[in-house]
Every structure is written in C-alpha cells, then in structure tokens.
C-alpha cells in the first residue's frame, strides 16, 4: 500500500542540536568526523553571494528546477529552494569542475565566474523551501523512521538526523544539506549513486555518504526517501 498520503512533524525526534564533534563520537566515526571537521573550514571560506545577481542568471535554470526553484518539469529533479547557501555554492563549483560528475548539469555552468555560482547559490538559498507530502505504507515509514533516527549498527549505518537534523532541514554552518521535502525520485538515485561510488563529492567530507549508504539495501532506500520527502 502505497497511496497513503503522510505528513511528519519530527519534534518528538527530540534535540539533536551537537556540535560535528560530539555527534562524530556518538557515532564512532572518527575518522570521518575529523575529515568533516576539516571539510568544514575549507567550506567556510567560501564567499556569500547576491540574491539579486543570482536571480537574474537563474531564468535558464527555471526551465528545468521551476520559477520558485522548486518545482521542477520532471520529479526526478532536485529542489533548489531553500536549501543552503554553502551546500548550493559547493555543488555548483564541484558540477563546474567535473568533480559532481554530471554532464548535463555542467553544461549550465560554462563560462559562469565563481562570482556567478555564489550569486545562484544565494538566490536560491533565499527562496521558500517546500512541503511534501510523504508517500509509504506503515511498514515502510516505521522502517525509514528507525533509520533516519537511530541508523543501523550491525551495518555501519548512522543515524542521518544528527547531520541532516530531526526535521530534515540539514546544517546551515556546516553545509550539511536540507533533505526533508525533496523529491523521492532525487533522493533515492542520490543515496544510490554515493553507495555505487558514482557521486564522490563528499571527498572534502571524508567520504562520509558514500560511507553511510554503503550498508543500505534497495528497499530501505526508497523507504527512506519516501520519508524524507514528508519530513518536516
Ligand atoms: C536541463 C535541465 C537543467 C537545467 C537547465 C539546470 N539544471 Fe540543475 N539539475 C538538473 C538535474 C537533472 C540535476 C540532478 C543531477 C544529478 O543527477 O545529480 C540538477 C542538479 C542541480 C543542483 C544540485 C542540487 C542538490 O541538491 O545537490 C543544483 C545546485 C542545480 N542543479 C542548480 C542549477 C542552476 C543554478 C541552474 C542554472 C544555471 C541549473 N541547475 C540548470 C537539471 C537542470
Ligand atoms: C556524518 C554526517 C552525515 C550523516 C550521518 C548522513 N549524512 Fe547525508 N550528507 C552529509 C553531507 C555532508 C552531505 C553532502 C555531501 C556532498 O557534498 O556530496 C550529505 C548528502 C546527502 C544527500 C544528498 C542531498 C542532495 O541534495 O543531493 C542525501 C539524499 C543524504 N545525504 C541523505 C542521508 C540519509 C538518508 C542518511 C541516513 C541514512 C544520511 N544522509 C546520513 C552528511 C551526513
């Protein structure tokens, strides 16, 4: 049964508000968690944008990730807004560079300055995020839950909401990125491509998706993105 239509409001999940370096602990992953940690300065110099600049260089963008930057012409495309400042720039300059190895992505961003990628990156930083409704039976959606809170031990799976947050929305600072009201369809090729080792641009990160999808099954991926894409 999969039409059942479910909204989540996660803040029984309880605060989960650590640092990187307690949450790094409690998940015994301490190389990962050091490697985050450097990530993370090398992310924080990056420059902010101008919303106003970004918005005048998204037109072509919109064709395919919509007006508000979030409804895209086809589901299997991400959602743009609202999500953060730092993930965004990060991701354009990796499509740029061939480091997120996705040609029709890369296409976009021929000629563009990193002026123009921070630009785009705060524009769509400042668009309204939107609500999904998730999608799953029961079955599923306890499934995802256990996951997305307490991860898998016996498989080396950590809990993803203390780096993306009890309600999906991600870590502004650290550049984690918001996952809740993103496409199912996006979603579950992402957690695939990072297990297959195909998206490898958490290098700066040590590595730590490729990490955690690793130990996830087909199954338990769709039941995951179904969740997220309620989460809020
Ligand atoms: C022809 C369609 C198309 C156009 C035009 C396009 N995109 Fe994309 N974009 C995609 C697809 C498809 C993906 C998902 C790529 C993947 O599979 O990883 C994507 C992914 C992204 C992501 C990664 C999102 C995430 O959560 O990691 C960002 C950021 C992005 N696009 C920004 C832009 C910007 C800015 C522009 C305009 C300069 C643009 N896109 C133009 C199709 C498009
Ligand atoms: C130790 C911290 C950490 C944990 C735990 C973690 N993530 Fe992530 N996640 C990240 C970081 C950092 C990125 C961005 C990496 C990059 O740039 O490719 C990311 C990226 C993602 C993306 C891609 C988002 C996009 O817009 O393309 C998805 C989906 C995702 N994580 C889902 C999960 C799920 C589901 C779990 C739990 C099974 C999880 N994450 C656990 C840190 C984490």
């Known amino acids: 049964m999969r039409s059942k239509q479910r909204r989540f409001n996660a803040k029984g999940l309880g605060k989960t508000k650590m640092s990187v370096r307690k949450a790094a602990a409690k998940l015994r992953i301490g190389m990962l968690g050091a490697a985050a940690l450097l990530g993370m300065s090398a992310v924080q110099a990056l420059a902010a944008g101008d919303v106003q600049a970004?918005?005048?260089?998204?037109?072509?963008?919109?064709?395919?990730?919509?007006?508000?930057?979030a409804s895209a012409i086809d589901p299997s495309y991400p959602q743009l807004a609202g999500q953060n400042e730092r993930y965004l720039a990060r991701q354009l300059k990796m499509f740029q560079s061939g480091e997120r190895d996705v040609a029709l992505m890369t296409a976009q961003l021929i000629g563009k300055s990193k002026q123009d990628l921070d630009d785009l990156a705060a524009y769509y930083?400042?668009?309204?995020?939107?609500?999904?409704?998730?999608?799953?039976?029961?079955?599923?959606?306890?499934?995802?839950?256990?996951?997305?809170?307490?991860?898998?031990?016996?498989?080396?799976?950590?809990?993803?909401?203390?780096?993306?947050?009890?309600?999906?929305?991600?870590n502004a600072q650290a550049g984690f990125p918001r996952v809740s009201g993103q496409s199912s369809a996006y979603t579950a090729a992402q957690l695939i491509a990072y297990r297959e080792g195909n998206r490898k641009s958490d290098e700066v990160f040590g590595g730590m998706m490729r990490g955690v999808s690793k130990g996830l099954s087909d199954r338990e991926i769709v039941a995951l993105s179904d969740y997220i894409s309620g989460l809020n």
């Open 54 to 69: 970004g918005k005048a260089q998204s037109i072509v963008c919109s064709s395919c990730h919509g007006q508000d930057g």
């Open 125 to 170: 930083a400042s668009l309204p995020a939107k609500a999904a409704e998730a999608i799953g039976s029961d079955a599923e959606i306890a499934l995802a839950q256990r996951i997305y809170k307490g991860g898998i031990a016996e498989k080396g799976v950590a809990a993803c909401s203390s780096c993306h947050g009890p309600n999906g929305a991600g």
